[in-house]
T-cell receptor, first 112, second 118 residues
Framework: EDKVVQSPLSLVVHEGDTVTLNCSYE??????LLWYKQEKKAPTFLFML??SGIEKKSGRLSSILDKKELFSILNITATQTGDSAVYLC????????????WGAGTKLIIKP | DARVTQTPRHKVTEMGQEVTMRCQPI?????VFWYRQTMMQGLELLAY????????DSGMPKDRFSAEMPDATLATLKIQPSEPRDSAVYFC????????????????FGEGSRLTVL
């Protein structure tokens, strides 16, 4: 059965710290992995990863995929209180009929 | 500014009542998803449409839930009769799946409909 596991489930750090969020997956015929940020409302898209070893970067956020070890990490450097959110990882596999399999999310709290 | 629009934003109803949630996907998008989110279960897929055809609704309790896309600008999710355990936030998301593209790509989420069944 396809599954996506995120760790840690929750994380509390101080402003300015660097955090690494993990997403491991088991999906038949992997197609892509996506990261979303969810604050109070709807999830908003961060990154889509399809190839191993190629870092995607947006400001202080970056992500990379390892298709051999079946995981991805999301890094946030110099964290700010506005980074507090639930970070969701989702994976698409061809055999899942192109649906996204979602992880439970990592709740990140940044303390001032 | 293209976005997915959902109505109602909030709904409080009594057990046994019918609830209908509506979604207007982004114009031109050909995939539509209905998700339910609770603290306990996270994001659960309820239904998935591509080009208005239902592809997967295996996550949906068939006896009380139904999902339709009467046209390309409207997707509906209906619960009849509603139960307290249906209380959750229901999200609609849409995306563009291009023929020959190897992945679904980014999904755009609506603001959600928060349902409370008393």
């Amino acid at each position: 059965e396809d599954k996506v596991v995120q760790s840690p489930l929750s994380l509390v750090v101080h402003e300015g710290d660097t955090v690494t969020l993990n997403c491991s997956y088991e999906v038949t015929n992997f197609r892509s992995l996506l990261w979303y940020k969810q604050e109070k409302k709807a999830p908003t898209f961060l990154f889509m990863l399809t190839s191993s070893g190629i870092e995607k970067k947006s400001g202080r956020l970056s992500s990379i995929l390892d298709k051999k070890e079946l995981f991805s990490i999301l890094n946030i450097t110099a964290t700010q209180t506005g980074d507090s959110a639930v970070y969701l990882c989702a994976v698409e596999g061809r055999d899942s009929n192109y649906q996204l399999i979602w992880g439970a999310g990592t709740k990140l709290i940044i303390k001032p | 500014d293209a976005r997915v629009t959902q109505t109602p934003r909030h709904k409080v109803t009594e057990m046994g009542q019918e609830v209908t949630m509506r979604c207007q996907p982004i114009l031109g998008h050909n995939t539509v998803f209905w998700y339910r989110q609770t603290m306990m279960q996270g994001l659960e897929l309820l239904a998935y449409f591509r080009n208005r055809a239902p592809l997967d609704d295996s996550g949906m309790p068939k006896d009380r839930f139904s999902a339709e896309m009467p046209d390309a600008t409207l997707a509906t999710l209906k619960i009849q009769p509603s139960e307290p355990r249906d209380s959750a936030v229901y999200f609609c998301a849409s995306g563009l799946r291009v023929w020959g593209q190897t992945n679904t790509g980014e999904l755009f989420f609506g603001e959600g409909s928060r349902l409370t069944v008393l």
